[in-house]
C-alpha cells in the first residue's frame, strides 16, 4: 500500500513526464499527449536511463493508469509490456557507459579511524561552528546502533517496561508496500545489559527529535523533519569534504549501511531483514554494504534483536544450493 506521500510524488513524477514527451513528440510543453504517445517516447529513451530513473518513470505512469485512468488490469498490462520487458544487449550496452550517478559518491561504510576522525571534528569544531554539529554528532550515533533511514526518526517510540531487561524501538517502515517491507511497523529489541550505550544514544537523539517537531501535526510535521535532516544532511556533506579530499563520502544514509554491514557479521540473512524492516532475507546482502575484511575494522556498535513477530513476517528467498541440485539429480536418476 503507497503512502499518501509516495502516490503525490508519483503524480507530480507523471506530469513532468507529460511535459517532456509534449515537448519532444508535438514540439509544445502544454499540447495534449495520449497516454500511448508517451510509453512510446519513454520506451525509446531505455538507454539514456539509468535503472533507478527508469524503475521510477514506470512506476509513475503505473499509478496514473491505475488511479486516474482506472484501467482494468489486462489493459494496463498491455499498453505498458514495452516498459516492463527486458532490454535489448545494445540498451544495456548503452546504459552501462552512462555517467556515475549520485549515489555513486555516497560512502556506504566508514572504518574505525574514519568514524572517530569524523566525530572528533564535530566534537571539537575543526571544520568552523555550526548549530547543527550537535544534532549531527547525535544522530550518527543513533543511526549506527539502529539502522533507521533518516525519515523514519519522525515517526518512532521508544518502548521500555517498569521493571523489564529490555527496551523495545517501535519504527514505522518508510517502505511499508507489501513487496519491499514485512509489514508496517518494526520493532528493534535492546537489551538493558548488553546495549547501554546504544540506547543512551538513541535517547539523546529522540530528545532532539521531539524538541525538533514540537506543537507539530500532519503535513506541516514531514514538511519541518524534511528540511531539517536536509540541513544535517548538508552540513554533513561539508564537513567530510573539509576532512577528506576524495570522491566518495559518508551521507546520513551511510549509518544505516553500517548497521547493515555489521548486523550482517553476527545475525542470519532473515534476522537481518526482521531489523531492517525488509520482507525478503536477500535485499541486505543485494543493496546494501559489506562487512570488512581482512584486519580493516568497523567501529564497535552494540547491536538489537529482532523481535519474533517481525521474524515470523520475513520471506526466505530460495536460493541455489549444489549439494540440493545433486540429491535430486541422484534421486530422479534412481528411479528411472
Not at 501535526?217 to 531539517?228: L, N, P, Q, T
Not at 525488509?278 to 543485494?286: G, S
Not at 581482512?294 to 564497535?300: A, D, E, F, L, Y
Request: charged letters at 30%.
Amino acid at each position: 500500500m503507497r503512502t499518501p506521500e509516495t502516490c503525490a510524488r508519483y503524480a507530480e513524477r507523471f506530469r513532468s513526464l507529460s511535459r517532456m514527451a509534449a515537448r519532444e513528440v508535438m514540439k509544445d510543453a502544454d499540447a495534449p499527449i495520449t497516454l500511448e504517445a508517451i510509453v512510446r517516447w519513454l520506451s525509446d529513451r531505455r538507454a539514456m536511463l539509468r535503472n533507478a530513473s527508469w524503475r521510477q518513470y514506470r512506476c509513475a505512469i503505473d499509478h496514473h493508469c491505475k488511479t486516474v485512468l482506472d484501467l482494468d488490469e489486462e489493459v494496463r498490462k498491455d499498453l505498458l509490456k514495452s516498459l516492463y520487458g527486458k532490454s535489448d544487449p545494445e540498451t544495456i550496452a548503452a546504459r552501462k557507459g552512462l555517467p556515475p550517478a549520485t549515489s555513486s559518491h555516497v560512502l556506504k561504510r566508514l572504518l574505525d579511524s574514519d568514524w572517530e576522525k569524523l566525530l572528533a571534528c564535530l566534537r571539537q569544531g575543526l571544520a568552523g561552528n555550526s548549530v547543527y554539529d550537535a544534532p549531527l554528532l547525535a544522530y550518527l550515533e543513533a543511526g549506527r546502533a539502529s539502522g533507521l533511514r533518516p525519515c523514519e526518526w519522525a515517526r518512532v517510540r521508544l518502548v521500555t517496561f517498569p521493571g523489564a531487561a529490555v527496551s523495545v524501538l517501535v519504527v514505522k517502515n518508510a517502505k511499508e508496500d507489501e513487496v519491499r517491507a514485512h509489514g508496517d511497523f518494526r520493532r528493534l529489541v535492546f537489551a538493558h545489559e548488553t546495549c547501554g550505550a546504544s540506547l543512551m544514544a538513541i535517547r539523546r537523539w529522540l530528545a532532539i527529535v521531539d524538541s525538533c517537531l514540537a506543537g507539530t501535526v500532519g503535513s506541516d510535521r514531514a514538511a519541518i523533519w524534511e528540511k531539517f535532516y536536509n540541513a544535517l544532511g548538508d552540513r554533513l556533506y561539508y564537513v567530510s569534504r573539509r576532512i577528506w579530499n576524495r570522491k566518495r563520502h559518508p551521507a546520513l544514509y551511510t549509518t544505516r549501511h553500517m548497521f547493515a554491514a555489521a548486523a550482517k557479521a553476527v545475525f542470519a540473512p532473515d534476522e537481518v531483514a526482521g531489523l531492517m524492516g525488509h520482507k525478503l532475507d536477500t535485499t541486505a546482502t543485494q543493496h546494501y554494504a559489506r562487512p570488512p575484511r581482512g584486519n580493516r575494522r568497523m567501529p564497535h556498535v552494540e547491536l538489537p534483536t529482532a523481535h519474533p513477530r517481525d521474524l515470523r513476517r520475513v520471506v526466505h528467498s530460495l536460493k541455489f544450493d549444489p549439494e540440493a541440485l545433486k540429491c535430486l539429480l541422484k534421486s530422479s536418476s534412481l528411479e528411472r
